[in-house]
């Protein structure tokens, strides 16, 4: 199968760490200018025509956002089969939008939100780095971002009494982490448990045991939604890290949540309707 449809970006995976000296992050690179809604540049209708098979994906699209309601199953098609003049129409109509997401693993896959909120990309890739799925996605976030985010889970132990040196205040933070995931439901919608990091005198050393107790997940997600959002899985059921950045790279938010998915990664039911009007009207100008 050919390399050919939208461009996602590959974010690289692991906790991040912290020089002492300059206190700086040690995360990938954020986009360092305001990210504005561009609507996308749309074919001409005769060249839309030419690709009966991303016309008959369109109109499918329209019935999975009509069927789709928050909170149940997503709505999929796959797109393995499509020509490749066809898929590359489809890529252009349907654009790029705010949030892109990697799920590593030994199949990876790659994620990119359309223009439409709640619409998205995805590809599967093998061990050698070709893709071996491509699918279209219907949800507040795909399934596999749940489904992959907690995969592999660890026990927090917390030994207050036995820290590395410089540790001060990652114990308590870690004390409360571990209960709250005890008591973390995800079958049940709740208001997430929110630790601001960025309220708390953490050294580096806190920083870096903070990081290496909880682990690094499976799932990392960019949002430009609310500024350039980072956000991580760990190894610890229900735990989100969610880092914000200003445009200068610098980290301007530090936030734990224990969360089913962290809000600002997901579509809201007013995004999903508003994204099912803009496909029609697209469809009314080009088919």
Known sequence: ?????????????????????????????????????????????????????????????????????????????????????????????????????VINGEQPVRIQETVMAGVWRLRSFNTQGDVIAETLEVADVPACVREAAFRTQRILNVDPDNMPQGVLNAPSVLVEIAEASEAFDGSVPEAPHVINLSLLPFSPEDHNHLAESVGAGAVTILSRGYGNCRITSTEVNGLWRVQYFNSTDQLILDTLEITDIPAVACAAKEDLEDSAERLKEIREVLV
């Open 1 to 101: 199968m050919q390399d050919n449809g939208i461009q996602l970006l590959n974010i690289p995976m692991g906790p991040g760490s912290q020089d002492e000296g300059e206190m700086v992050l040690d995360y990938m690179k954020m986009p360092s200018e305001m990210n504005t809604y561009d609507i996308p540049v749309l074919p001409e209708s005769d060249a839309v025509q030419s690709c009966p098979q991303a016309v008959a994906v369109m109109e499918q699209l329209q019935d999975l956002l009509a069927k789709y309601t928050q909170g149940e199953a997503t709505q999929s098609m796959v797109l393995d089969a499509m020509p490749d003049a066809d898929l590359d129409m489809l890529n252009q109509i349907l654009g790029e939008g705010e949030v892109s997401a």
